[in-house]
């Protein structure tokens, strides 16, 4: 099922920077967003199951879909955190996480969201941020499909868990450091 739209005081942002468990473990941290929602962007199957998306075959990415508020946090500084926290430089992985649906990738959802991205991430680029080009696919809005119940906020409801510790922690302390004065609260 889709999610409905955000309120008129709000943006969506659909970002796709590999295991949505990582990318919503940083977000959901940072002073603006108001909700981050895993699940499953631009295939071609309707209500994909994370079985069908592991199975590499649905043509879906694993996304977070990020409420924001733009009178806090512009689009272009969220593009700017998702950048500096996963690896846009390498297609179809991220670490260890190996397939399609680990793409870094940004679906935009109006015209002004797509000069912004192009925007970043030309500034990325002539910054040489990363020693290789940016692969981050820049997409067409495509329907938001949610992911199963028990996705959303994993790293909070599992900080016990393997790939918690080993994979998400390391990301949301490096986030922590670098963004700490945009941190929602002290943590």
């Given at each position: 099922m889709t999610e409905s739209n955000s309120s008129p005081a709000t943006e969506v942002a659909v970002l796709g920077g590999g295991c949505?468990?990582?990318?919503?473990?940083?977000?959901?941290?940072?002073?603006g967003v108001v909700s981050v929602l895993p699940g499953y962007s631009g295939g071609h199957v309707d209500h994909p199951t994370y079985e069908q998306v592991c199975g590499?075959?649905?043509?879906?990415?694993?996304?977070?879909?990020?409420?924001?508020?733009?009178a806090i946090l512009s689009y272009a500084d969220l593009l700017r955190v998702f950048f500096a926290t996963h690896d846009p430089t390498t297609p179809g992985r991220q670490g260890n996480d190996v397939g399609p649906q680990y793409e870094s990738a940004i679906f935009w959802q109006d015209a002004s969201q797509r000069e912004q991205a192009q925007t970043v991430m030309a500034e990325i680029e002539a910054q040489h941020v990363y020693d290789a080009p940016l692969v981050t696919q820049l997409r067409e809005p495509a329907t938001f499909w949610s992911a199963e119940d028990y996705h959303r906020n994993y790293f909070e409801l599992h900080p016990e868990q393997g790939y918690c510790q080993f994979v998400i922690a390391p990301k949301v302390a490096k986030f922590r450091k670098l963004y700490r004065d945009q941190l929602k609260k002290s943590v």
């Open positions: 949505f468990w990582c990318v919503e473990a940083v977000l959901v941290d940072l002073r590499k075959n649905t043509g879906h990415i694993e996304v977070a879909r990020v409420e924001f508020d733009p």
